[in-house]
T-cell receptor
Framework: DGGITQSPKYLFRKEGQNVTLSCEQN?????MYWYRQDPGQGLRLIYYSQIVNDFQKGDIAEGYSVSREKKESFPLTVTSAQKNPTAFYLCASSLAGTAYNEQFFGPGTRLTVL | AQSVTQLGSHVSVSEGALVLLRCNYSSSVPPYLFWYVQYPNQGLQLLLKYTSAATLVKGINGFEAEFKKSETSFHLTKPSAHMSDAAEYFCAVSGPSNTGKLIFGQGTTLQVKP
């Protein structure tokens, strides 16, 4: 079955630690995205990548980093510089980074800072 | 700049009643519009999308939406609510510059009463 996988489903982090969230897709999509979801705030774009080895900052990139070394993988690192990282993180992909292509979403990772 | 406003953060209907979830958009270019559904602790699933082919768009699970340019609206409807429709619904508009970015509304939580 084609789709997007995110791991882990739940992640607990101590303050001051970096953590990496995994996102893998086998849909052969060129574009991938990371969103952060907080209650009552909808989805906010962190980073996106339209092609391998290239990515751009979204609206709330501070305290986060990404890489896109392979087409199917787009890991997100939440660094210690992110002031309030507790949130639900969603990865998505689309066939191409164009306006009319819908995005397909993974099941999400819930990050809690202890 | 593109933006989306979803009127009503919570909507409650009785089982069998009409579902109406409101979405208004702002876009400097002809928009592509999307409705997604999210069940608790899951990713988003596409319900339907508008890409200018037809103003009345039919989606999955009996939902449909009508694009009204004069009202800058894209409201989601379903004639008869089921208990399984209880979820959070997000309206989204394509972002600027044909990057594939989506701008999401704040979401509307639909409650279905027996």
């Amino acid at each position: 079955d084609g789709g997007i996988t995110q791991s882990p489903k739940y992640l607990f982090r101590k303050e001051g630690q970096n953590v990496t969230l995994s996102c893998e897709q086998n849909l052969n999509h060129d574009a991938m995205y990371w969103y952060r979801q907080d209650p009552g705030q909808g989805l906010r774009l962190i980073y996106y990548s339209q092609i391998v080895n290239d990515f751009q900052k979204g609206d709330i990139a501070e305290g986060y980093s990404v890489s896109r070394e392979k087409k199917e993988s787009f890991p997100l690192t939440v660094t210690s510089a992110q002031k309030n990282p507790t949130a639900f993180y969603l990865c998505a992909s689309s066939l191409a980074g164009t306006a009319y292509n819908e995005q397909f979403f993974g099941p999400g990772t819930r990050l809690t800072v202890l | 700049a593109q933006s989306v406003t979803q009127l009503g953060s919570h909507v409650s209907v009785s089982e069998g009643a009409l579902v109406l979830l409101r979405c208004n958009y702002s876009s400097s270019v002809p928009p592509y519009l999307f409705w997604y559904v999210q069940y608790p602790n899951q990713g988003l699933q596409l319900l339907l999308k508008y890409t200018s082919a037809a103003t009345l768009v039919k989606g999955i699970n009996g939902f449909e939406a009508e694009f009204k340019k004069s009202e800058t609206s894209f409201h989601l409807t379903k004639p008869s609510a089921h208990m399984s429709d209880a979820a959070e619904y997000f309206c989204a508009v394509s972002g600027p510059s044909n990057t594939g970015k989506l701008i999401f509304g704040q979401g509307t939580t639909l409650q279905v009463k027996p």
